[in-house]
């Protein structure tokens, strides 16, 4: 008995095993290369499952283990997925066949999260042409001067918050994150809400938009399970349910669309607010928006205005703070620039502070806040290598584009641990190749939100700047460590520094 006992557990173990490694021959079937490390059940992802490192780490020791290759085979759990590597190929899967690849690998059950499902980020067909048509108008040139307006009232609040915790004080010590993330939350319940966010009061309640965003968006061990399963294991959420948009916050936004909406649906005040632009473009169109639908994108400034903005602010600051250099030469462009408005932060000036694109740009080559992409194949394709590797993608496989890989890759990039912001000058940053620089994306999906993103960054180190300097602060952990299992890259200790008034 006990030998058929034994043989038995064997058997299941043998069948477990074989079930589990049942795609491991699929890339070299194929003739494309696999990474290393695949584990059975769990692929290549073990190390980022259990937190041990970031998956954009993971994807980025993938990329250099097979950069000498147009791509890498790997296992998502137990699914095959591909990694591109050649810029070529890059811009095959995000441009030139967009068709085969135009859905985003990450996938939100619209019952579980309806205010996220409708982000364009996330939809396709006609549902993403509407929504990111809509988008499109409202971050217009035209209307981004409208939305600069709001954003103008928050640079005199967050300027005030700052000489606040100065007064009487020689300098004074700020977590980067806590500071701007307080702006851009501060913004968003301004320039997207027509509201006030109560970012910057003395006694920050718990009702303010900083505190209703932190529960969306901060680290946390629930936060850092969901974004493991919602980007590597989606199917696995049918089981566990576990929504990306609290109840609470769900409620809250929908209540406050719905109110801001019915009001000025009746009322003939012009505002300086996204939700202005989409009373004006229903007169246009001639239709009533649905709330559910409107508050989705209203709720895009909420995921994409202000965490991601304002952890890319944190990393300017921090770069800015140890190059005290380039600092210097930022603070000169701005102020001789609003020098020619008569001290007026204008669309006009913003559009001038070149060398301040430079910056911003650079800082998001060393640290972006997408560090990779997932695309989803939706139509059978063929890719091709210019090192002779084909592979024949079939519908349903993740592409994976390993941004944050490319941007630090010495092939195309001289130097590229060193933050130099004349790679971007005018005469230079024509050199860049195509497809190695993607912070925002790129082809038809590239961020829709860009455009507003770059202005209220821009303003607000306009406002920092002018008035004030920034020093590195011992309590900032150098060199960076990133704390695995978050949405966005987040410094272990944080970003310190010291502000003094000039």
């Not at 980022?48 to 990329?63: E, L, N, P, T, W």
Request: aromatic residues 12%; glycine residues 6%.
């Amino acid at each position: 008995m006990a030998i058929v006992f034994w043989t038995l557990v064997a058997g299941m173990f043998v069948a477990l095993y074989i079930f589990l490694t049942r795609n491991f021959k699929y890339w070299q079937k194929r003739g494309v290369p696999c990474a290393s490390g695949a584990l059975p059940g769990v692929g290549h992802m073990l190390s980022v499952v259990c937190f041990k490192i970031s998956y954009a780490d993971r994807f980025r020791q993938m990329y250099k283990e097979n950069k000498n290759s147009s791509m890498v085979g790997f296992y998502n759990f137990s699914s095959p997925a591909l990694m591109v590597i050649e810029p070529e190929l890059v811009k095959t899967v995000l441009q030139t066949n967009f068709a085969s690849f135009q859905e985003n690998a990450i996938h939100i059950d619209p019952d579980l999260n309806p205010l996220v499902a409708n982000n364009p980020f996330l939809t396709t067909g006609e549902k993403w042409m509407s929504g990111r048509k809509r988008l499109t108008y409202a971050f217009s040139s035209m209307r981004l001067k409208v939305l600069l307006e709001s954003v103008k009232s928050v640079c005199v609040i967050f300027e005030s918050f700052v000489d606040r915790k100065l007064d009487k004080m020689e300098r004074a010590e700020f977590e980067l994150q806590d500071l701007f993330s307080r702006y851009t939350a501060q913004v968003v319940a301004s320039a997207g809400f027509g509201v006030d966010g109560h970012c910057f009061d003395k006694e920050e309640s718990s009702a303010s938009f900083r505190n209703i965003a932190k529960k969306v968006l901060e680290p946390s061990t629930r936060n850092a399970i969901l974004f493991t399963i919602i980007t590597l294991f989606p199917g696995l959420n049918r089981i566990f349910r576990m929504s990306f948009i609290p109840k609470e916050v769900d409620r809250f936004f929908r209540k406050l669309v719905s109110d801001v909406m019915q009001k000025r649906r009746t009322e003939d005040i012009s505002r300086n607010d996204f939700l202005q632009l989409m009373v004006e473009l229903e007169r246009m169109e001639g239709d009533k928006f649905d709330i559910g639908v409107l508050a989705s994108h209203a709720t895009s400034f909420i995921i994409d205005g202000y965490d991601t903005s304002s952890r890319a602010l944190s990393f300017i600051g921090f770069q800015l703070a140890t190059h005290p250099e380039v600092q210097q030469k930022l603070r000169k462009e701005v102020v001789s620039v609003l020098s020619k408005y008569d001290g007026v932060l204008t669309y006009e000036a913003l559009k001038e502070m070149t060398y301040m694109d430079q910056v911003i740009n650079e800082s998001q080559r060393i640290m972006p806040m997408g560090e990779v992409l997932f695309k989803l194949c939706t139509a059978k394709c063929e890719l091709k290598g210019s090192d002779g590797l084909v592979c024949s993608v079939e519908p349903g496989m993740t592409i994976m584009v390993p941004v944050i890989a490319l941007q630090e890759d010495p092939r195309y990039w001289d130097k590229p641990e060193i933050f130099d912001p004349e790679r971007f000058s005018p005469d230079r940053k024509h050199n860049i190749e195509r497809f190695t620089f993607l912070p925002f994306g790129e082809g038809p999906r590239i961020c829709v939100g860009m455009r507003m993103a770059l202005l209220q960054m821009k303003a607000c180190l306009a406002v920092l700047l002018k008035k004030y300097s920034l020093e590195l602060s011992p309590r900032t952990q150098i060199p960076l460590k990133m704390i695995p299992g978050t949405f966005l890259p987040t410094p272990e200790g944080g970003l310190w520094v010291f502000i003094r008034q000039l």
